[in-house]
């Protein structure tokens, strides 16, 4: 990943802009996994009612432009 690609992509300028807040606190012992999942919202009569998210799987590629994250281990 190049930063050429980061900057045109809204959703891995995002990743980085979190993954770069949890790198200033992974100091205090903070671990972080960033992983993909389905969300469902529920609404009635228009009024939010809650969320579920279901089978998060670790984040491999980006869901917008499909490039490779690269996982630190």
Not at 43 to 66: A, F, H, K
């Amino acid at each position: 990943m190049n930063d050429s690609d980061l900057k045109s992509c809204p959703f891995c300028v995002f990743l980085g802009e979190i993954k770069l807040r949890d790198e200033l606190h992974s100091k205090d012992g903070y671990e972080n996994k960033y992983c993909a999942a389905l969300v469902h919202e529920s609404y009635y009569n228009g009024s939010y009612c809650g969320r579920s998210t279901y089978n998060p799987e670790p984040l491999n590629y980006c869901s917008v432009c499909g490039i490779k994250i690269e996982t630190e281990i």
